[in-house]
């Protein structure tokens, strides 16, 4: 089991930034991959970034490439989003996930464990 506790959301005003962190506890040995989620009113689950087990491979949707970083630190157990330039439409509860498989996953399926959201709200 992995538990995931995300931090780092609030309020932005657009062209802001905010970094968003994921701390993975319980069997944090294992390798496997981890991505960032995000839900907003309306719409469906959506895969934001996503990266694998040692952080050399990554993935983005298009709506974020240029301005959204996904990193890990694989010593202290921890994902990151950096996310500059940021536009009302980013608005939405952020998710990150662990997946058991190793390689790199952006299909919201492939993903075993998750944490329980953190609000990103983006002002005009």
């Known amino acids: 089991q992995v538990q995931l506790v995300e931090s780092g959301g609030g309020l932005v005003q657009a062209g802001g930034s905010l970094r968003l962190s994921c701390a993975a506890s319980g069997r944090t040995s294992s390798s496997y991959a981890m991505g960032w989620f995000r839900h907003a009113p309306g719409n469906e689950r959506e895969v934001v970034a996503a990266?694998?087990?040692?952080?050399?491979?990554?993935y983005y949707t298009d709506s974020v490439k240029g301005r959204f970083t996904i990193s890990r630190d694989r010593a202290k157990n921890t994902m990151y989003l950096q996310m500059n330039s940021l536009k009302p439409e980013d608005t939405a509860v952020y998710y990150c996930a662990a997946s058991n498989y190793a390689g790199i996953q952006s299909n919201r399926t492939s993903y075993d464990y998750w944490g329980q959201g953190t609000q990103v709200t983006v002002s005009s």
């Open positions: 990266i694998n087990w040692s952080g050399g491979i990554t």
